[in-house]
């Protein structure tokens, strides 16, 4: 069985439906086809997760965010110089 992704923008629009309680999860699971309990867990993981959107700068969440930047960037230089390299190296064979 090959599992389906949801986009995280539309796992958040489900999960805040579910918390503001206007339709039941039943509802919800047939409105955007998507399973009960899995509607459930987002649900959770948006009340438990919600307080780091508000957190400090320096909280965990953010310092693996620029964790990620910092190495991303660091390998976009990396690919970016043996581009470089690389074409200097076609000329000369040319």
């Known amino acids: 069985m090959v599992k389906k992704r949801h986009e995280p923008a ?20 047939s409105e955007y086809g998507i399973n009960v309990n899995l509607i459930s867990k987002w649900k959770k993981e948006l009340i438990q997760r919600s307080a780091d959107l508000f957190a ?17 960037h660091e390998t976009i230089g990396e690919i970016t110089m043996e581009n470089k390299w690389l074409k200097k190296k076609l000329k000369i064979l040319e």
Do not use: F, M, Y
Not at 10 to 28: C, D, F, S
Not at 56 to 72: A, C, I
């Open 10 to 29: 539309l796992k958040a629009r489900v999960a805040l439906e579910a918390i503001k309680g206007e339709k039941t999860l039943a509802q919800l699971s």
């Open 56 to 72: 400090k700068p320096g909280n965990t969440v953010s310092k693996h965010n620029e964790d990620l930047t910092d190495k991303l």
